[in-house]
């Protein structure tokens, strides 16, 4: 079983706990505009990599991964775009005790049954999700990324009925994403969800432009500069306000 691979990152430290070995998929359905990965967009390039292949390069890893609790972490693009491979990439990791995560946005959610059966398997394996909210707002989501946002709330509740342990994370990008109403309603729908482990904000950046520029695209955002610690601050406290209440809620 194949994969198309964008690149490896053999000591990530911050897509889930420990260090972690990293890979970044080829694809993704969406176009967020503040997107650092945008050479991860088109489906069915990149490096073909054999699931072989990538376990003998983690397992080079292994002493540093299990001393800090880390493991692997598929990020993207869209990993879910790639299942089968995910499905046999994490069973192999799961026969030497290697921790499991995704990063996804959901973008590529279906309740087509062989998504599902696909899915089902695969959650079977996975340890942790990052689930990538980018806006609650419908419409505001379909100006940001380009498409609509019911698959990817269906995907967050699906993953809160299976009790799968998920950390949630938002980008803050100012005048886009950090309007006090629509993180209140983030908020109560993060609360909502009886799995989330942890909440992250990240803050919005510049440095994927370059990619950007490199692949002769016009950057959106360019007159936009990232928020100040103070709105980073609030945003965290709006969002976690829910998360806290349900959290009381249950004990």
């Not at 911050?14 to 998929?25: A, L």
């Not at 890893?61 to 493991?71: C, K, Q």
């Not at 030497?96 to 279906?110: A, E, K, L, Q």
């Not at 394996?125 to 379909?142: E, F, G, M, P, Q």
């Amino acid at each position: 079983m194949h994969g198309n691979i964008h690149s490896i990152e053999s000591f990530g430290t911050v897509d889930g706990p420990g260090i972690r070995y990293v890979v970044f998929t080829q694809g993704c359905l969406l176009r967020c505009q503040y997107c650092h990965n945008a050479d991860t967009w088109e489906i069915g390039t990149g490096k073909q990599m054999s699931v072989a292949d990538i376990m003998e390069d983690l397992t080079s890893y292994l002493p540093f991964i299990e001393a800090s609790g880390g493991g692997i972490t598929v990020s993207g693009g869209e990993p879910l775009l790639q299942m089968p491979f995910l499905i046999e990439l994490f069973k192999e990791c799961k026969k030497i005790g290697v921790h499991t995560t995704i990063d996804s946005s959901g973008g590529c959610y279906s309740t087509a049954p062989l998504f599902q059966e696909q899915l089902n398997e695969l959650l079977n394996y996975t340890d942790l999700i990052l689930v990538d909210l980018k806006h609650i707002n419908r419409k505001k989501h379909i100006q940001l990324t380009g498409m609509a946002n019911d698959h990817i709330i269906q995907f967050a509740k699906l993953l809160s009925e299976r009790k799968i342990p998920v950390w949630i994370r938002h980008v803050l990008v100012p005048s886009i994403t950090d309007d006090e109403n629509d993180l209140k309603e983030l908020s109560e729908f993060i609360g909502m969800l009886e799995n989330v482990e942890k909440l992250e904000i990240l803050p919005y950046h510049k440095l994927g432009v370059y990619k950007w520029e490199a692949l002769g695209l016009e950057y959106p955002l360019k007159n936009i500069e990232p928020p100040s610690d103070e709105k980073v601050n609030l945003a965290y406290e709006i969002l976690t306000k829910s998360l806290t209440f349900y959290k009381k809620v249950l004990t």
